[in-house]
C-alpha cells in the first residue's frame, strides 16, 4: 500500500493489526489481552521515564508486564499496551523514504517482543525471520 498524504490514526492502527499477522503463529497464538493505541507523540512524562529529549525518538512503546514476569497469583490487571506514537513514525518515513508498512511492522515486532521479554539478540532474531 503506498501513501501520497500522512494517515490517520485508524490508518497506523489498522497497518499495526496487519503487522501483528505477520509474526510467528508460534507467538502469536500467546499474544493475550494485548491492546494497540495510536497517539500522535509522546508526553512529557513518558519522554522523562523513557530518557528521551524530544517526542521524535519515540516511536512506539510496550506497558504492561513481559509474559515471563507474570505470575498465576498476579491481580486481575488491564490489558498490556502497545503505543505507537504516528508522528515520529512519519517523520522518519518521510525522512527515510521507507515503506510505511515496514516501519510500523518493525516498531510493533519491538514492542511484542517486549510483551515476551526477549533481548535484542531475540528481537533481531525475530525481525530477520519475519524479513519483508
Given at each position: 500500500m503506498q501513501f501520497t498524504t500522512p494517515p490517520d490514526p485508524d490508518?497506523?492502527?489498522?497497518?499495526?493489526?496487519?503487522?501483528?499477522?505477520?509474526?510467528?503463529?508460534?507467538?502469536?497464538?500467546?499474544?493475550?489481552?494485548?491492546?494497540?493505541?495510536?497517539?500522535?507523540?509522546?508526553?512529557?512524562?513518558?519522554?522523562?521515564?523513557?530518557?528521551?529529549?524530544?517526542?521524535?525518538?519515540?516511536?512506539?512503546?510496550?506497558?504492561?508486564?513481559?509474559?515471563?514476569?507474570r505470575s498465576v497469583a498476579d491481580v486481575t490487571r488491564a490489558p498490556d499496551l502497545i503505543i505507537l506514537y504516528r508522528l515520529p513514525i512519519l517523520l522518519e518515513w518521510i525522512e527515510e523514504g521507507e515503506d510505511l508498512y515496514r516501519l510500523v511492522r518493525n516498531v510493533v515486532i519491538h514492542e511484542v517482543a517486549h510483551h515476551f521479554g526477549f533481548t535484542d539478540a531475540e528481537i533481531a532474531a525475530l525481525e530477520a525471520e519475519i524479513g519483508d
Open positions: 490508518t497506523i492502527a489498522n497497518l499495526a493489526e496487519r503487522a501483528l499477522n505477520a509474526i510467528p503463529a508460534r507467538l502469536r497464538d500467546h499474544i493475550t489481552n494485548l491492546a494497540i493505541a495510536v497517539e500522535e507523540e509522546a508526553d512529557d512524562d513518558t519522554l522523562a521515564e523513557m530518557g528521551f529529549e524530544t517526542p521524535w525518538e519515540l516511536t512506539g512503546l510496550y506497558r504492561g508486564t513481559p509474559l515471563g514476569e
